[in-house]
Nanobody, 121 residues
Framework: QVQLVESGGGLVQAGKSLRLSCAASGRIISINAWAWYRQAPGKQRELAAEITSGDSTNYLDSVKGRFTISRDNAKNAVYLQMNSLKPEDTGVYYC???????????????WGQGTQVTISS
C-alpha cells in the first residue's frame, strides 16, 4: 500500500520561511503529479501548488512568487519551499499524489495526513 508522509511544518514568524517535504513509500509503479493543498480554520481546502509529470507548475494566486513546488523522482518525493510567509498562510498543509502502486489497476489519489503550519504576526 502506498503511503504519503509529510514533514516540515511548524510555527514561524511572518516573513520567515518553511520547507515542507512529502515522501511516498510502498511499492510504486509511477507518480504522475504532485500537489500541496491547504486548509485554514473554518475554510475549505484549496490547492496551493501543483507539479505535473512534465514539471509544469501551477500556483494559487496568493502564493505566487513566494512558494515553489519541486519534485525528486528518484526519492518519490515532493517539496514546498515557502518564503515570505504571512499569517494568512496558516493552516494544515496536505500532500497529494496521483500515483499508481502495484496493488492499483490505474493511477489513483493518495493523501498525506497533513502538517500544521502556523505563521505568527
Amino acid at each position: 500500500q502506498v503511503q504519503l508522509v509529510e514533514s516540515g511544518g511548524g510555527l514561524v514568524q511572518a516573513g520567515k520561511s518553511l520547507r515542507l517535504s512529502c515522501a511516498a513509500s510502498g511499492r510504486i509503479i509511477s507518480i504522475n503529479a504532485w500537489a500541496w493543498y491547504r486548509q485554514a480554520p473554518g475554510k475549505q481546502r484549496e490547492l496551493a501548488a501543483e507539479i505535473t509529470s512534465g514539471d509544469s507548475t501551477n500556483y494559487l494566486d496568493s502564493v505566487k512568487g513566494r512558494f515553489t513546488i519541486s519534485r525528486d523522482n528518484a526519492k518519490n518525493a515532493v517539496y514546498l519551499q515557502m518564503n515570505s510567509l504571512k499569517p494568512e498562510d496558516t493552516g494544515v498543509y496536505y500532500c497529494y499524489g496521483l500515483i499508481m502502486g502495484y496493488s492499483d489497476s490505474w493511477l489513483r489519489d493518495y493523501w498525506g495526513q497533513g502538517t500544521q503550519v502556523t505563521i505568527s504576526s
